[in-house]
């Protein structure tokens, strides 16, 4: 047992300090610049953490706001397809009720099969586009927790050499823009009343009932 029962063996304790002295100068500098190596890393991480806070702001906001309003545009699209092949649809069922016209209608219905068909697959592009930016939603949210962690540990690591830096603050999630309201329509103006006119007055002594100047004898 060696020195306070603890069993060092010395050749390997030589060793180490041997090891340790002859690279002394190296260990030196390494303390020497361990600080300032430390604040740089800090800073790097930091900035990495507060670029994917950013990123994860666009994400969340500005991507999804153009993604839901294309399926909004879209979705406004079926609905007018809708219309189009609602008005088809009648004018195919007036022809049938025609009578010597046969054949006339068919053009109708081929026309709103394909119209249909055509609002289903705009339909299930805006369904598609607004998942896309739902999806990006949530990626934005993992990479704001993400970029949150890392710019607060590099305030961290920073300020073991001294350096400070701002910790990362959470931002708000960005409100998604009001959708613009859509106009009533214009009420039709009604037409001003004509002014009766005015009715001619008869000439005097041609009217029934009036009399003529008297003869004097």
């Known amino acids: 047992m060696g020195l306070l029962g603890i069993d060092l063996d010395v050749d390997k304790a030589r060793d180490v300090v041997e090891l340790v002295w002859g690279h ?3 260990l030196v500098e390494l303390l020497t610049r361990l600080p300032d190596l430390l604040g740089d890393a800090g800073e790097q ?9 950013d990123a994860a702001t666009l994400l969340q906001g500005d991507l999804r706001d153009l993604a839901h309003t294309a399926a909004d545009t879209l979705a406004a699209s079926r609905d007018q397809l809708a219309v189009v092949g609602e008005v088809l649809g ?12 046969d054949d006339v209608a068919e053009p109708f219905a081929a026309g709103l099969q394909a119209i249909a068909s055509v609002a289903g697959d705009v339909d299930e592009v805006a369904r598609q586009v607004r998942g896309l930016g739902d999806g990006l939603e949530g990626v934005g ?14 305030a961290a690591l920073a300020s073991l050499s001294g350096r400070e830096l701002p910790d990362a603050e ?20 009604t037409e001003p009343k004509k002014k009766a006119e005015p009715k001619a007055k008869a000439p005097k002594g ?12």
């Open 141 to 154: 949210r993992g990479l704001g927790s993400m970029g949150g962690s890392l710019a607060s540990g590099g």
């Open 24 to 26: 002394r100068d190296e």
């Open 45 to 53: 991480m930091h900035h990495a953490g507060t670029g994917a806070a």
């Open 170 to 189: 959470a931002k708000p999630k960005p409100k998604s823009k009001a959708k613009a309201k859509k106009k009533a329509p214009a009420k039709a103006t």
């Open 206 to 217: 041609s009217g029934l009932g009036i009399e003529g100047p008297r003869s004097t004898r």
């Open 90 to 101: 009648r004018i195919g069922r007036v022809l049938d009720d025609v009578p010597l016209i």
